[in-house]
Structures are given as C-alpha cells and as structure tokens.
C-alpha cells in the first residue's frame, strides 16, 4: 500500500507509472487494461481535484446532465457546445457565479455586477494577459515572453494611438497598392472568397505598420502572418483536451507546432534585416525621415530593453501583433458586409453616408482618416450592431488571479482562478437591449443623438459595460482597437463605394440569410465556406 495524500501531483503521478511499470510485469494483458483505465480515472480525479481548488468556494458546476456524468463528457461537450452551455449557465444563474468546465480549465462565470468593481484592479492581481497566454498555452507555443513583457502593447499606446492618422494614411497607401492584387476582376458578378480577401487586406496593413517596407510587400511574410493566428489557435486547441501529463508527448505529432517554427524563422529572417538597416542609420547618425521613420518596430527597438530586442524574440512578438491585428480585423469587416447582405435596404444609407463625408472632408479623407472615418456614424452603429450579434468570443472580459482576491461583498477569488464574464448572454438580455434577437443597425446611431444621449459612449471603438464588450473592459481592454474599427472603416467605405454585393442564390433563389457562425470552446468564427458574390458597381 502506498498513499498519495501527502504528494505533489508530479510526485502522484511518478508513484502511479512505477506502479504501471510493475504491473506490466506480473499480470496479463486483460488484467494490464483494466488497470491502464483505473490508473487513468485515478489521473482524471486529481486532475479535477487539483483544479478545484482553485475556483471560488461553493460556486455551482453548470452542465452536467446528472450527477453521474464524467466530467470528460461534459469538457468535451464544451469544446462544440459551449453556447448553449454558457447560455443557460447565464439564464439560470444570472446573478451568481457559476463553474462551466474546459478541457483545461474551469471558468468561474461572474454575474456582469462584479464588472465595474473589476475593471481598474491592477493586473498583478487580477491578469487579463496571463489569461489570453494560458489560453494560448504558451509553454507549447513558446509564447513564454509575453508573461514578462508588454512592449507589444506599449507600443500600441505610446506611439501607435497617437499618431494614429500617420499610420493610417500608410495603411491606406497599402491598401491601395494591393487592391488589384488582392480582389479579383468582377465587372459582372463573381462569387468570392471575401474572407480570404478581407485577410490578405488587413494583412498589408498590419504589415505595413508593425514592419514597413519590404516586408509589408513580402509575399512570404504576409503569407506567415495570415497562417500564425491559424497555427497557434490548433496547436492550443488539441493540446488543451490532453491532460497536462500528456501533452510533451502528444505534442510530438502536432503538425501545426511545426509550422509555428517555420514561421518564427521567417520572421527572424525579416526582423533581422529590419534591424540591421535600423542599426545602421544609427551608427551613422541619421535619422529616418518620411514613411520610413514610421513603423512601430523601429519604436520598439528603439524603447524596448535589451531583452526584448533581440532577434528571435523581437521576431516572435512580431508573429504575436499580426495575431491580435488580422484576423479579428477581417472577421469583423466580413461580418458587416454578410449582414449588410442580409439587410440590403442599408446599401444606399451607408453609401450616401460615405459620399456627404468625402464632401465634407474634401482631401482631408487623405490627409487624416483618423477624424474622417469617425464621421461615419451610420457605419460606426451598424458595426457596433455586428459587435453584439456576432462576438468574437463568448466569454469577455478574462482575467487570472495571480494573488488572492476578495470582493467588496466577500466573495474570495483564490489564486489560480480564471474568471469570465458570459459578454454575449449579456448584450443578448432583453433587460440590456430591447429585442435583442433583432438586427437593429441603428441602436447606437439613436442612442448618441437622443437629447440625453451620450454622444461618446455610443461607439465602436468605447468599451461599455452595456453596449460594447467585444474588446474588453476597463484598464486591460485591447490598446489595438482604435486601429481596428479605422481599418476596417477604411475598407468598408471602399469596398462599398466600387462593389456591389449580394449572397450566391440557393437551388436558384436569392438567399438573403446570414451564415452560420461556429464555435471551438468559447471562440466563436464565421463558417469558413461562406463566400459572397461581387461585382464592380455601374454608377452612371
């Protein structure tokens, strides 16, 4: 006999294989089976035991069926269903916390009261960044850097958010040297990959300002950046249904943990040469002048210590800012205009929009698009509108407890917690917004300019408790969304001033029906086989 309450899990699971290994030895294969399942469930119990101990106290579990059901079934009906199981967590403990249960993880679900008390606690308390990178698992992505280093979002606040008109104006330079490249000819209609399009679009202007020329014009580097967020996201995901006693094994066959090598070596090549053009100017003691001196890598190595600006790692953070930037970015435009499909009668609202603006502006829409695409109010609601439809996320904002904490009512969070708020459930609550299964496009339009509106909150680019959680909340809400609705107002006005759009008929009728999103654990994405039919518009 041997006991294990005294042990390290490490050390229970030592004990557990020797036992295997002895085991093997002295009993027949049958015999070795049945033992292989108990060892296994005995795994699975300190596995959750362990877990447990770091929810709150007393917090209800959501999503068993009965009382008996493993809860490996109940994680992996997670992995497909986490929308109907986050969704009646939500109906029937509104204004409590409940547990619901990942492969990895349990999320303690608060009710959206606990938002407002949370939102300025530091994140050496409470850490939305520690949260985003177990979720990345990043001692399989080798994304360790990131728990130590915020240069990638200081960058974002210090030198991007304020010289945002510059770096729009090379974004929409870009966009303008990919457009022909990037969308197919379609003088009459064509059905098109408009997600694919949308990417490649984003990607250039992402390219173009984390890196500058040549690499924003790098066939291979845009192609990395478009297929990094894809590699990690899998890698992840596999590795989070394996119990952490099995991951460096199964990690050995994942193909995509492969890819992410190939790309950080890309990478390095274009940050290296980066560098040393940068490092040169240097030593001879000259400055960068016009679009050259802009790009938020020369910033970086400018400001970042030491650590930080080496090659390898340098080249890696690159990699971790196109995976916040693009694919967000060119959902969420892609969102708008499937809606915008299915709502046609906005067509010539939104572009009568974009004509009064461009008159209104005259070249200031070149000279700075940061104060003319915030004109564009209408647009600004519809995709405020897509926000709360079409979340990126079900569960927003996260946070990790890296110390104990207690709320003003008493709740303890222990360290370890991870934290959510269920953000779709709420924006979706008939007691949040009125008929909330309705595609209303103009709620926030209404809302800024009813006589005790408020005219600021009502925005894309405002986190609000209420109205706009796609980006977060409070001090850790993303530092990369004023960028974000600008790029994908920049190319939504273009898009929709040359094209015209619609849906591909079904069994030979117009289809004006949206298409259906899909789900992996909390994530949501759009079904990656929608496409749209396009033309280029015959305006007399």
């Known amino acids: 006999m041997f006991t294990l309450v005294n042990m390290s899990f490490t050390e229970r699971v030592n004990v557990l ?53 493993p809860a490996m079934l109940l994680q992996l009906r997670f992995v497909m269903g986490a929308k109907n199981i ?14 619901v249960r990942r492969f990895d993880t349990d999320y303690n679900i608060l009710p959206i009261k606990y938002l407002e008390e949370l939102r300025w606690v530091s994140p050496s308390i409470l850490s939305s960044k520690v949260a985003t990178t177990q979720n990345m698992l990043y001692e399989w992505t080798d ?12 960058v974002m606040k210090a030198e991007l958010t304020p010289k945002l008109s510059k770096y729009l104006e090379l974004a929409s330079n870009e966009v303008e040297y990919g457009w022909n490249l990037d969308i197919p000819p379609c003088d009459d209609w064509v059905e098109v990959d408009i997600q694919e399009i949308a990417r490649k679009l984003v990607a250039r202007m992402s390219a173009r300002i984390f890196l500058g020329e040549p690499a924003c014009r790098d066939p291979e580097w845009l192609r990395v950046s478009l297929d990094y967020t894809i590699d990690v996201f899998a890698t992840a995901f596999m590795l989070r ?10 990690a050995r066959f994942i193909p995509f943990r492969y890819r992410l090598r190939r790309h950080r070596k890309k990478a390095e090549q274009v940050v290296a040469d980066k560098m040393k053009r940068h490092l040169e100017r240097k030593q001879r003691g000259e400055a960068p002048e016009g679009e050259e001196a802009l790009s938020l890598l020369d910033w970086m190595l400018d400001n970042g210590t030491e650590e930080e600006k080496n090659v390898p790692e340098m080249a890696h953070r690159q990699c971790v800012m196109t995976m916040a930037s693009i694919h967000t970015t060119s959902t969420n435009t892609v969102n708008f205009l499937f809606e915008l499909c299915a709502h046609p009668e906005w067509f010539p609202v939104l572009r009568e929009e974009i004509e009064e603006v461009a008159k209104q502006t005259g070249n200031e829409s070149k000279v700075d698009i940061k104060r003319w695409h915030a004109r564009l109010e209408k647009m600004d609601s519809f995709l405020l509108e897509c926000f709360r439809i079409h979340p990126p996320i079900l569960l927003s904002p996260q946070r990790v407890a890296l110390r104990p904490f207690t709320l003003k009512d008493g709740t303890y969070i222990p360290q370890g917690c991870r934290i959510a708020f269920a953000n779709s459930e709420h924006q979706m609550d008939p007691e949040v917004t009125p008929n909330p299964t309705t595609f209303d496009p103009m709620r926030a339009y209404r809302a800024r300019h009813a006589p005790d509106g408020d005219y600021y909150r009502n925005q894309a ?4 408790i209420n109205n706009n959680l796609t980006f977060g909340y409070g001090s850790q809400a993303c530092p990369g969304r004023f960028l974000g609705v600008a790029e994908i107002k920049l190319l939504l006005a273009r898009l929709l001033t040359e094209f015209d759009f619609k849906y591909p008929a079904v069994h030979g009728n117009e289809s004006f029906q949206v298409p259906r999103t899909m789900t992996a654990d909390e994530n949501v994405f759009m079904d990656p086989r929608a496409k749209l039919m396009m033309r280029r518009r015959k305006v007399a």
């Not at 020797?18 to 005995?42: D, H, M, N, P």
Request: charged share 20%.
């Open 17 to 69: 294989l020797s036992r295997i290994i002895e085991l093997k030895q002295s009993t027949s294969r049958y015999e070795q089976i049945a033992v292989g399942l108990v060892i296994l469930l005995v795994l699975s119990f300190f596995s959750s035991w362990r877990r447990s101990k770091k929810n709150i106290a007393n917090v209800p579990i959501h999503g068993y069926r009965s009382r008996f059901e």
């Open 86 to 99: 986050i969704s009646t967590g939500y109906k029937k403990f509104k204004n409590v916390p409940f547990i």
């Open 143 to 154: 994304l360790h850097f990131l728990n130590r280093s915020d240069l990638h979002a200081h």
């Open 241 to 250: 249904m394996a119990p952490t006693w099995m991951r460096f094994i199964l």
């Open 461 to 464: 680019v405002q986190t609000d």
